[in-house]
């Protein structure tokens, strides 16, 4: 099966609210996938799809091959779901959530569980419902990882995580990987995390638009430049400005076009060029810029 997740033709709206829009994209088996967008672009309302848990207006979802919405149990035991925030028995014991969780997995591994929820320095005999939410989050990330699914959907790892608790799962994750043929779709609000193991990029716009590259693709090629104020009209938004932001400094543009291109534009669009120069970015200034500030 060359395919973990297929997208195909997917349309889902809520009212008269477009969500997508004959949405399509496919992530192959053993590739780290980040989901991205701004709030309420529809990455949740994606994970609810793919799980079975909503139905779309149109079009349909496929992990390991079934549909999202006929889910066998050998395949539901191949995927890892952290879903709206970390969720757990509460009035289980960190060692009895483990023994819970740990009959539905054949392939379960308490180690791993273990390897997380012992920094915490707590009696295995601590109740879940005295639990911090960072706390929780650990046993949830521990409850995935000794799962050992084949597809893992993250939605927002990081709600409840200090910078110690991200840094140590993300470690733990990279390990995971390690094993070869594990496909993960994550969301995050914290991106610069994502460029350190994230292959690919799927963004979600407002009306429902994806684009699908290579993380490293988006980075090498998506370029800002800054166009000192000079008192002319302010360009817009086109087909090759994919985006414009009105700073202090002067005007932002977002472009995948190099700066001569970028120039001459601005000369059609009867604009004064002068001053403009490139801008290094980060990947959190390049998602910012692709995405829009508001």
């Known amino acids: 099966m060359k395919y973990a997740i297929e997208v195909n033709n997917l349309h889902h709206c809520y009212g008269k609210r477009v969500i997508y829009q004959d949405l ?10 980040g989901l991205l967008g701004k709030n309420g672009v529809g990455k949740t309302t994606l994970i609810k799809i793919l799980m079975g848990f909503l139905r779309p207006t149109g079009g349909e979802c496929r992990i390991l091959g079934d549909n999202s919405h006929a ?24 060692e009895g959530v483990e023994r819970f969780f740990a009959t539905f997995y054949p392939k379960w591994k308490r180690e791993l ?34 799962q050992q699914p084949e597809v893992m959907i993250l939605d927002d790892y990081t709600m409840g995580l200090d910078a110690g608790y991200r840094r140590l799962f993300l470690d733990y994750l990279a390990d995971y990987l390690n094993q070869g043929d594990i496909t993960v779709l994550v969301t995050s609000h914290i991106v610069q995390d994502l460029e350190k193991f994230v292959h690919e990029v799927i963004f979600l716009e407002r009306g429902g638009q994806a ?18 104020k ?52 980060s990947f959190e200034d390049a998602f910012i810029g692709f995405t829009g500030r508001y």
């Open 24 to 33: 399509n994209f496919k992530v192959p088996r053993g590739k780290v996938f």
């Open 71 to 94: 889910l066998s149990p050998a395949t539901r035991c191949k995927v890892g779901l952290l879903f709206e925030g970390h969720l757990a028995y509460e009035f289980m014991s960190i």
């Open 113 to 146: 569980y273990y390897g997380l929820t012992d920094r915490l320095g707590l009696p295995k005999s601590h109740k879940i419902a005295n639990m911090s939410e960072g706390q929780r989050s650990q046993v949830v990330l521990g409850l995935i990882m000794a």
């Open 211 to 228: 684009s699908q590259m290579e993380l490293q693709d988006f980075l090498q090629g998506f370029r800002q430049y800054l166009l000192p």
């Open 230 to 281: 000079n008192g002319s009209k302010p360009p817009q938004k086109s087909d090759l400005l994919k985006n414009v932001e009105e700073t202090s400094q002067g005007t932002m543009l977002y472009s995948f076009a190099d700066m001569g291109k970028v120039s001459e534009h601005l000369t059609e669009q009867g604009g004064d060029n002068r001053g403009l120069c490139e801008i290094p970015m």
